[in-house]
Protein backbone atom coordinates (compact mmCIF):
# COMPACT_ATOMS: atom_id res chain seq x y z
CA UNK A 1 0.00 0.00 0.00
CA UNK A 2 1.14 3.40 -1.27
CA UNK A 3 2.06 5.73 1.71
CA UNK A 4 -0.11 9.20 0.93
CA UNK A 5 2.52 11.73 0.41
CA UNK A 6 2.69 15.09 3.40
CA UNK A 7 3.81 18.19 2.69
CA UNK A 8 7.21 19.60 4.53
CA UNK A 9 6.24 23.00 6.89
CA UNK A 10 9.04 25.48 6.51
CA UNK A 11 10.59 27.23 9.45
CA UNK A 12 8.97 30.00 9.02
CA UNK A 13 5.24 31.27 7.44
CA UNK A 14 6.76 34.14 5.21
CA UNK A 15 6.80 33.04 1.76
CA UNK A 16 10.48 33.30 0.72
CA UNK A 17 12.02 31.58 -1.79
CA UNK A 18 15.33 31.29 -0.30
CA UNK A 19 14.26 29.70 3.26
CA UNK A 20 14.87 25.89 3.47
CA UNK A 21 12.84 23.47 4.71
CA UNK A 22 12.88 20.80 7.17
CA UNK A 23 14.18 18.80 3.95
CA UNK A 24 17.13 21.37 3.57
CA UNK A 25 16.19 22.05 0.26
CA UNK A 26 15.22 25.35 -1.12
CA UNK A 27 11.61 26.35 -1.03
CA UNK A 28 11.76 27.84 -4.78
CA UNK A 29 13.16 24.37 -5.88
CA UNK A 30 10.94 22.47 -3.38
CA UNK A 31 7.75 24.16 -5.13
CA UNK A 32 9.65 23.80 -8.32
CA UNK A 33 9.67 20.12 -7.69
CA UNK A 34 5.90 19.87 -6.33
CA UNK A 35 4.61 21.58 -9.82
CA UNK A 36 6.13 19.29 -11.45
CA UNK A 37 5.18 16.51 -9.44
CA UNK A 38 1.49 17.60 -9.93
CA UNK A 39 1.60 17.96 -13.32
CA UNK A 40 2.67 14.88 -14.12
CA UNK A 41 0.55 13.33 -12.37
CA UNK A 42 -2.68 14.83 -14.00
CA UNK A 43 -1.12 14.36 -17.92
CA UNK A 44 0.84 11.39 -17.10
CA UNK A 45 1.64 11.13 -20.32
CA UNK A 46 1.85 13.35 -23.35
CA UNK A 47 -0.19 12.72 -26.07
CA UNK A 48 0.62 14.11 -29.71
CA UNK A 49 -2.29 16.30 -31.18
CA UNK A 50 -2.86 13.98 -34.18
CA UNK A 51 -3.08 9.86 -34.16
CA UNK A 52 -0.90 7.46 -35.44
CA UNK A 53 -2.26 6.03 -38.74
CA UNK A 54 -1.66 2.15 -40.15
CA UNK A 55 -3.08 1.18 -43.23
CA UNK A 56 -3.66 -2.67 -44.34
CA UNK A 57 -4.60 -3.49 -47.95
CA UNK A 58 -5.87 -6.94 -48.48
CA UNK A 59 -8.22 -8.81 -50.69
CA UNK A 60 -12.14 -8.68 -48.60
CA UNK A 61 -13.76 -9.68 -51.48
CA UNK A 62 -13.14 -10.94 -55.29
CA UNK A 63 -11.78 -14.66 -55.79
CA UNK A 64 -8.92 -14.33 -52.93
CA UNK A 65 -10.92 -12.67 -50.81
CA UNK A 66 -10.26 -16.19 -48.26
CA UNK A 67 -6.67 -15.08 -48.03
CA UNK A 68 -7.87 -12.11 -46.23
CA UNK A 69 -11.21 -13.38 -44.20
CA UNK A 70 -9.51 -13.43 -40.81
CA UNK A 71 -8.13 -10.06 -41.32
CA UNK A 72 -11.15 -8.04 -39.76
CA UNK A 73 -10.71 -9.87 -36.79
CA UNK A 74 -6.93 -9.69 -36.23
CA UNK A 75 -7.13 -5.75 -36.91
CA UNK A 76 -10.01 -6.09 -33.73
CA UNK A 77 -7.60 -8.32 -31.53
CA UNK A 78 -4.99 -5.50 -32.91
CA UNK A 79 -7.20 -2.52 -31.88
CA UNK A 80 -7.83 -3.88 -28.18
CA UNK A 81 -3.85 -4.37 -27.80
CA UNK A 82 -3.03 -0.96 -29.04
CA UNK A 83 -5.54 0.89 -27.44
CA UNK A 84 -3.48 2.52 -25.01
CA UNK A 85 -1.24 4.02 -28.16
CA UNK A 86 1.62 4.29 -29.13
CA UNK A 87 5.00 5.53 -27.91
CA UNK A 88 6.78 7.59 -30.85
CA UNK A 89 9.93 10.15 -30.76
CA UNK A 90 9.30 10.67 -26.75
CA UNK A 91 5.27 11.48 -27.44
CA UNK A 92 2.14 8.92 -27.09
CA UNK A 93 0.16 8.55 -30.47
CA UNK A 94 -3.21 7.11 -30.07
CA UNK A 95 -3.48 4.76 -33.01
CA UNK A 96 -6.23 4.08 -36.35
CA UNK A 97 -6.13 0.99 -38.57
CA UNK A 98 -7.46 1.87 -41.60
CA UNK A 99 -8.48 -1.13 -43.60
CA UNK A 100 -8.61 -0.84 -47.47
CA UNK A 101 -10.37 -4.05 -49.92
CA UNK A 102 -7.74 -4.55 -52.85
CA UNK A 103 -10.88 -6.63 -54.17
CA UNK A 104 -8.58 -9.33 -55.90
CA UNK A 105 -7.75 -6.76 -58.26
CA UNK A 106 -4.32 -5.65 -59.02
CA UNK A 107 -4.98 -2.22 -60.34
CA UNK A 108 -7.82 -1.80 -57.07
CA UNK A 109 -5.18 -2.56 -55.01
CA UNK A 110 -3.11 0.12 -56.45
CA UNK A 111 -5.41 2.66 -56.26
CA UNK A 112 -6.80 2.24 -52.54
CA UNK A 113 -2.64 1.87 -51.47
CA UNK A 114 -3.00 5.57 -53.33
CA UNK A 115 -5.66 6.51 -51.32
CA UNK A 116 -4.50 5.73 -48.06
CA UNK A 117 -1.17 7.54 -48.75
CA UNK A 118 -2.46 10.50 -50.24
CA UNK A 119 -6.05 11.25 -48.63
CA UNK A 120 -5.13 9.32 -44.92
CA UNK A 121 -2.19 10.07 -44.60
CA UNK A 122 -0.85 6.72 -43.15
CA UNK A 123 2.51 6.47 -41.57
CA UNK A 124 3.20 2.99 -42.72
CA UNK A 125 1.00 0.55 -44.71
CA UNK A 126 0.64 -3.08 -44.09
CA UNK A 127 -0.40 -5.47 -46.78
CA UNK A 128 -0.99 -9.18 -47.93
CA UNK A 129 -2.90 -11.52 -49.94
CA UNK A 130 -0.89 -13.06 -52.22
CA UNK A 131 1.12 -11.37 -55.12
CA UNK A 132 -2.27 -9.51 -57.22
CA UNK A 133 -2.67 -7.29 -53.58
CA UNK A 134 1.27 -7.66 -52.10
CA UNK A 135 3.16 -6.44 -55.65
CA UNK A 136 0.98 -3.44 -56.47
CA UNK A 137 0.52 -1.85 -52.89
CA UNK A 138 4.44 -2.18 -52.37
CA UNK A 139 5.05 -0.62 -55.80
CA UNK A 140 2.75 2.39 -54.99
CA UNK A 141 4.70 3.05 -51.53
CA UNK A 142 8.36 2.51 -53.34
CA UNK A 143 6.70 5.47 -55.93
CA UNK A 144 5.21 7.61 -53.29
CA UNK A 145 8.23 7.19 -50.50
CA UNK A 146 6.24 5.68 -47.93
CA UNK A 147 7.54 2.71 -45.50
CA UNK A 148 5.55 -0.79 -46.28
CA UNK A 149 5.38 -3.96 -45.14
CA UNK A 150 3.87 -7.08 -47.00
CA UNK A 151 3.45 -10.49 -47.23
CA UNK A 152 1.52 -13.29 -48.19
CA UNK A 153 3.56 -13.68 -51.55
CA UNK A 154 6.59 -15.75 -52.52
CA UNK A 155 8.98 -13.28 -52.46
CA UNK A 156 10.33 -14.68 -56.09
CA UNK A 157 6.63 -13.54 -57.72
CA UNK A 158 6.62 -10.20 -55.70
CA UNK A 159 9.70 -9.24 -56.87
CA UNK A 160 9.18 -10.37 -60.34
CA UNK A 161 5.83 -8.71 -60.50
CA UNK A 162 7.80 -5.48 -59.71
CA UNK A 163 10.63 -6.16 -61.51
CA UNK A 164 13.01 -5.97 -59.03
CA UNK A 165 16.19 -6.60 -58.56
CA UNK A 166 17.09 -8.82 -56.05
CA UNK A 167 20.93 -7.20 -55.81
CA UNK A 168 19.56 -3.72 -55.63
CA UNK A 169 16.70 -4.40 -54.04
CA UNK A 170 13.74 -0.91 -52.98
CA UNK A 171 14.52 1.79 -50.40
CA UNK A 172 10.80 1.65 -48.71
CA UNK A 173 9.16 -1.85 -49.00
CA UNK A 174 10.10 -4.81 -47.05
CA UNK A 175 8.74 -8.29 -47.35
CA UNK A 176 8.20 -11.28 -45.12
CA UNK A 177 7.51 -14.59 -46.46
CA UNK A 178 8.99 -17.80 -47.75
CA UNK A 179 10.69 -18.24 -51.10
CA UNK A 180 10.56 -20.74 -53.73
CA UNK A 181 13.63 -22.82 -52.64
CA UNK A 182 11.27 -23.40 -49.44
CA UNK A 183 8.27 -24.46 -51.23
CA UNK A 184 10.40 -26.69 -53.50
CA UNK A 185 12.34 -28.13 -50.40
CA UNK A 186 9.05 -28.81 -48.99
CA UNK A 187 7.59 -30.73 -51.42
CA UNK A 188 10.32 -32.56 -52.84
CA UNK A 189 11.49 -33.95 -48.98
CA UNK A 190 7.82 -35.32 -48.59
CA UNK A 191 7.35 -37.01 -51.92
CA UNK A 192 11.08 -38.33 -51.62
CA UNK A 193 9.99 -41.22 -49.41
CA UNK A 194 6.91 -42.25 -50.99
CA UNK A 195 6.52 -45.40 -53.28
CA UNK A 196 5.98 -43.29 -56.71
CA UNK A 197 7.64 -43.39 -60.15
CA UNK A 198 8.66 -39.95 -59.65
CA UNK A 199 7.38 -38.50 -62.60
CA UNK A 200 5.59 -35.33 -62.09
CA UNK A 201 2.70 -33.67 -63.52
CA UNK A 202 2.81 -29.45 -63.59
CA UNK A 203 0.01 -27.44 -63.58
CA UNK A 204 1.23 -23.71 -64.06
CA UNK A 205 -1.05 -20.85 -65.25
CA UNK A 206 -0.17 -17.80 -67.09
CA UNK A 207 0.75 -15.76 -64.37
CA UNK A 208 3.93 -13.95 -62.42
CA UNK A 209 3.23 -16.92 -59.61
CA UNK A 210 2.99 -19.51 -62.47
CA UNK A 211 5.97 -18.59 -64.77
CA UNK A 212 8.04 -18.56 -61.51
CA UNK A 213 7.29 -22.03 -60.93
CA UNK A 214 7.83 -23.01 -64.26
CA UNK A 215 11.02 -21.17 -64.54
CA UNK A 216 13.68 -23.56 -66.11
CA UNK A 217 16.41 -21.80 -64.15
CA UNK A 218 14.89 -20.78 -60.91
CA UNK A 219 11.65 -23.03 -61.03
CA UNK A 220 10.73 -26.38 -60.23
CA UNK A 221 12.16 -28.17 -62.89
CA UNK A 222 15.74 -27.54 -61.87
CA UNK A 223 15.38 -29.34 -58.26
CA UNK A 224 12.84 -32.30 -59.32
CA UNK A 225 15.81 -32.88 -61.87
CA UNK A 226 18.33 -32.76 -59.45
CA UNK A 227 16.41 -35.41 -57.22
CA UNK A 228 15.94 -37.89 -59.66
CA UNK A 229 12.09 -36.70 -60.99
CA UNK A 230 11.20 -35.71 -63.73
CA UNK A 231 8.09 -33.13 -65.07
CA UNK A 232 5.55 -33.40 -67.54
CA UNK A 233 4.95 -29.26 -67.92
CA UNK A 234 1.48 -28.92 -70.40
CA UNK A 235 2.50 -25.29 -70.64
CA UNK A 236 0.56 -22.56 -68.91
CA UNK A 237 -3.24 -22.29 -68.74
CA UNK A 238 -5.21 -19.18 -67.88
CA UNK A 239 -6.61 -18.14 -64.59
CA UNK A 240 -10.30 -19.41 -64.66
CA UNK A 241 -10.01 -21.94 -67.28
CA UNK A 242 -13.60 -24.21 -67.29
CA UNK A 243 -11.54 -27.20 -68.79
CA UNK A 244 -7.79 -29.12 -68.22
CA UNK A 245 -8.27 -31.66 -70.92
CA UNK A 246 -4.76 -31.37 -72.43
CA UNK A 247 -3.33 -31.56 -69.22
CA UNK A 248 -4.72 -34.76 -68.03
CA UNK A 249 -4.02 -35.98 -71.35
CA UNK A 250 -0.47 -35.62 -70.87
CA UNK A 251 -0.10 -36.92 -67.34
CA UNK A 252 -1.80 -39.72 -68.35
CA UNK A 253 0.59 -40.31 -70.98
CA UNK A 254 3.50 -40.07 -68.88
CA UNK A 255 1.77 -41.80 -65.84
CA UNK A 256 2.62 -38.94 -64.04
CA UNK A 257 2.16 -40.73 -60.16
CA UNK A 258 2.55 -37.05 -58.63
CA UNK A 259 1.11 -33.96 -59.74
CA UNK A 260 2.08 -30.54 -58.10
CA UNK A 261 1.41 -26.63 -59.48
CA UNK A 262 0.13 -23.09 -58.22
CA UNK A 263 -3.53 -22.86 -58.47
CA UNK A 264 -6.47 -20.39 -57.58
CA UNK A 265 -8.74 -22.70 -55.64
CA UNK A 266 -11.20 -22.58 -58.33
CA UNK A 267 -9.41 -24.25 -60.85
CA UNK A 268 -7.96 -26.65 -58.64
CA UNK A 269 -11.72 -28.16 -58.20
CA UNK A 270 -12.04 -27.89 -61.78
CA UNK A 271 -9.12 -29.65 -62.23
CA UNK A 272 -10.00 -32.63 -59.74
CA UNK A 273 -13.13 -32.99 -60.77
CA UNK A 274 -12.40 -33.74 -64.32
CA UNK A 275 -9.00 -35.72 -63.47
CA UNK A 276 -11.51 -38.02 -61.34
CA UNK A 277 -13.92 -38.26 -64.40
CA UNK A 278 -11.58 -39.12 -66.71
CA UNK A 279 -9.79 -41.63 -64.28
CA UNK A 280 -6.57 -40.25 -64.00
CA UNK A 281 -5.25 -41.28 -60.56
CA UNK A 282 -2.66 -39.73 -58.94
CA UNK A 283 -0.84 -41.12 -55.68
CA UNK A 284 0.27 -37.93 -54.71
CA UNK A 285 -1.85 -34.17 -55.35
CA UNK A 286 0.53 -31.02 -54.08
CA UNK A 287 -0.57 -27.60 -54.85
CA UNK A 288 0.51 -24.44 -53.61
CA UNK A 289 -2.17 -21.86 -53.08
CA UNK A 290 -4.97 -23.67 -53.88
CA UNK A 291 -5.32 -25.89 -51.11
CA UNK A 292 -4.37 -23.46 -48.46
CA UNK A 293 -7.31 -22.73 -46.51
CA UNK A 294 -10.56 -24.37 -45.19
CA UNK A 295 -12.84 -23.30 -46.97
CA UNK A 296 -11.39 -24.97 -50.07
CA UNK A 297 -11.46 -28.00 -48.91
CA UNK A 298 -15.34 -27.81 -47.49
CA UNK A 299 -15.97 -27.17 -51.22
CA UNK A 300 -14.42 -29.87 -52.88
CA UNK A 301 -15.67 -32.32 -50.33
CA UNK A 302 -14.82 -35.52 -50.87
CA UNK A 303 -12.04 -34.98 -53.71
CA UNK A 304 -10.18 -32.95 -50.58
CA UNK A 305 -8.81 -35.45 -48.66
CA UNK A 306 -5.66 -36.74 -48.76
CA UNK A 307 -4.46 -33.36 -51.08
CA UNK A 308 -1.42 -31.88 -49.85
CA UNK A 309 -0.44 -28.62 -48.93
CA UNK A 310 2.67 -25.72 -48.32
CA UNK A 311 2.29 -25.06 -44.26
CA UNK A 312 2.97 -21.55 -43.68
CA UNK A 313 2.19 -21.11 -40.09
CA UNK A 314 -0.45 -23.25 -37.62
CA UNK A 315 -0.97 -23.85 -34.31
CA UNK A 316 1.76 -26.41 -33.89
CA UNK A 317 4.44 -23.90 -34.86
CA UNK A 318 6.34 -23.40 -31.91
CA UNK A 319 6.19 -19.20 -31.88
CA UNK A 320 4.59 -16.84 -29.91
CA UNK A 321 3.04 -12.99 -30.12
CA UNK A 322 6.04 -10.01 -28.95
CA UNK A 323 2.69 -8.52 -28.79
CA UNK A 324 0.08 -10.18 -26.75
CA UNK A 325 2.40 -13.44 -25.53
CA UNK A 326 -0.13 -15.71 -27.32
CA UNK A 327 1.27 -18.88 -28.59
CA UNK A 328 0.55 -19.96 -32.33
CA UNK A 329 -2.51 -22.51 -30.83
CA UNK A 330 -3.66 -19.85 -27.93
CA UNK A 331 -4.16 -17.53 -31.31
CA UNK A 332 -6.26 -20.15 -33.59
CA UNK A 333 -7.68 -21.41 -30.64
CA UNK A 334 -9.38 -17.61 -29.83
CA UNK A 335 -9.87 -17.23 -33.49
CA UNK A 336 -12.38 -20.25 -33.31
CA UNK A 337 -13.95 -19.43 -30.36
CA UNK A 338 -14.88 -15.52 -31.32
CA UNK A 339 -15.93 -16.60 -34.93
CA UNK A 340 -17.02 -20.22 -34.79
CA UNK A 341 -14.57 -21.18 -38.06
CA UNK A 342 -11.78 -23.19 -38.60
CA UNK A 343 -8.42 -21.47 -38.22
CA UNK A 344 -6.90 -20.44 -41.49
CA UNK A 345 -3.42 -19.61 -42.00
CA UNK A 346 -2.87 -15.71 -42.86
CA UNK A 347 -3.95 -15.59 -39.18
CA UNK A 348 -0.78 -16.18 -38.43
CA UNK A 349 1.04 -13.34 -41.04
CA UNK A 350 -1.88 -10.72 -40.46
CA UNK A 351 -0.86 -10.58 -36.79
CA UNK A 352 3.09 -11.02 -37.51
CA UNK A 353 2.60 -7.72 -39.95
CA UNK A 354 1.44 -5.81 -37.09
CA UNK A 355 4.27 -7.06 -34.64
CA UNK A 356 6.82 -5.96 -37.14
CA UNK A 357 5.05 -2.74 -37.42
CA UNK A 358 4.87 -2.07 -33.69
CA UNK A 359 8.58 -2.95 -33.04
CA UNK A 360 9.73 -0.40 -35.73
CA UNK A 361 7.49 2.44 -34.72
CA UNK A 362 8.42 1.93 -31.06
CA UNK A 363 12.10 2.16 -31.85
CA UNK A 364 11.83 5.19 -34.56
CA UNK A 365 13.05 8.25 -33.73
CA UNK A 366 9.69 10.31 -35.40
CA UNK A 367 6.98 9.79 -37.34
CA UNK A 368 8.96 11.04 -40.21
CA UNK A 369 8.32 8.60 -43.11
CA UNK A 370 12.73 7.71 -43.79
CA UNK A 371 12.72 7.61 -39.76
CA UNK A 372 10.22 4.89 -39.51
CA UNK A 373 11.40 3.34 -43.08
CA UNK A 374 15.14 3.16 -40.98
CA UNK A 375 13.58 1.57 -37.99
CA UNK A 376 11.68 -0.89 -40.17
CA UNK A 377 14.93 -1.68 -42.04
CA UNK A 378 16.76 -2.60 -38.81
CA UNK A 379 13.90 -5.09 -37.66
CA UNK A 380 15.32 -7.76 -35.63
CA UNK A 381 12.70 -9.61 -33.88
CA UNK A 382 10.86 -13.15 -32.74
CA UNK A 383 7.13 -12.81 -33.94
CA UNK A 384 4.80 -15.59 -34.00
CA UNK A 385 5.22 -16.63 -37.44
CA UNK A 386 9.15 -16.90 -36.17
CA UNK A 387 12.47 -14.38 -36.39
CA UNK A 388 11.99 -11.34 -39.12
CA UNK A 389 14.85 -9.65 -39.90
CA UNK A 390 16.45 -7.79 -43.13
CA UNK A 391 19.72 -7.95 -44.23
CA UNK A 392 20.80 -11.40 -43.76
CA UNK A 393 17.73 -14.26 -44.06
CA UNK A 394 16.95 -13.58 -47.71
CA UNK A 395 18.68 -13.21 -51.23
CA UNK A 396 17.65 -9.59 -51.42
CA UNK A 397 17.92 -6.87 -48.48
CA UNK A 398 14.17 -6.30 -48.58
CA UNK A 399 13.24 -9.98 -47.65
CA UNK A 400 13.12 -11.87 -44.74
CA UNK A 401 12.25 -15.71 -45.37
CA UNK A 402 10.17 -17.25 -42.80
CA UNK A 403 9.91 -21.39 -42.15
CA UNK A 404 7.97 -23.58 -44.38
CA UNK A 405 6.62 -27.45 -43.93
CA UNK A 406 5.02 -29.74 -45.68
CA UNK A 407 1.10 -30.58 -44.79
CA UNK A 408 -1.47 -33.18 -46.21
CA UNK A 409 -5.71 -32.45 -45.20
CA UNK A 410 -7.07 -35.40 -43.53
CA UNK A 411 -11.08 -36.56 -42.26
CA UNK A 412 -11.25 -34.46 -38.80
CA UNK A 413 -13.65 -35.15 -35.64
CA UNK A 414 -14.77 -31.83 -35.28
CA UNK A 415 -14.02 -30.03 -38.73
CA UNK A 416 -14.67 -31.84 -41.96
CA UNK A 417 -10.91 -31.53 -43.06
CA UNK A 418 -7.88 -31.25 -40.19
CA UNK A 419 -4.53 -29.97 -41.42
CA UNK A 420 -1.60 -32.03 -40.42
CA UNK A 421 2.04 -31.32 -40.58
CA UNK A 422 3.47 -34.14 -42.38
CA UNK A 423 7.09 -33.13 -43.00
CA UNK A 424 9.36 -30.81 -41.68
CA UNK A 425 12.76 -31.64 -43.06
CA UNK A 426 13.77 -27.63 -43.49
CA UNK A 427 12.40 -26.80 -40.28
CA UNK A 428 12.55 -29.35 -37.61
CA UNK A 429 11.52 -27.32 -34.85
CA UNK A 430 8.30 -27.52 -36.49
CA UNK A 431 6.76 -30.78 -35.09
CA UNK A 432 4.98 -33.23 -37.46
CA UNK A 433 1.60 -34.75 -36.43
CA UNK A 434 1.26 -37.56 -39.41
CA UNK A 435 2.77 -39.04 -42.04
CA UNK A 436 2.57 -38.26 -45.43
CA UNK A 437 -0.04 -40.98 -47.57
CA UNK A 438 -0.71 -41.50 -50.64
CA UNK A 439 -4.17 -41.02 -52.26
CA UNK A 440 -6.91 -43.85 -52.13
Known sequence: MNTPLRCQSTLIDEPS?????HTGVPRRQLLQGAAAFVAGAATPLLWAANPLKIGYV???????????????????QMRKALAGGLMVGGQRHAVEIVLKDSESKPARASEVALELIARDRVTLVLTA???????????????AGVPCISSIAPWQALLSSRKGDPAKGFDWTYHMFWGMEDLFASFIFGWLNAPTNRRVGGLFPDDGVGRAWSDKRNGFPQPLAGVGFTLT??????????????????????ACDIVTGVMLPS????????ARQ????????????????????????????????EVWWSPSHPFASSLTGQTARDLTSAYEADTQRQWTQPIGFAH????????????????????????VAATRMDSIVGPVQWNGTGRSRNIS????????????????YDLRIVCNVAHQKIPVDGQLRLLA
Open 129 to 143: GTTETAGPVSQACEA
Open 278 to 309: QRFKPKIVSLGKALLLPATLEELGDLGDGLST
Open 352 to 375: ALFEVAVDALKRTRSTAPAHVRDA
Open 17 to 21: THVKT
Open 58 to 76: SPQSGPLASFGEADKWVIV
Open 267 to 274: DAHTFLTQ
Open 233 to 254: NPGPYANGTLEFNAQIAAMKRD
Open 401 to 416: RTPLVLGQWVKGKRNR
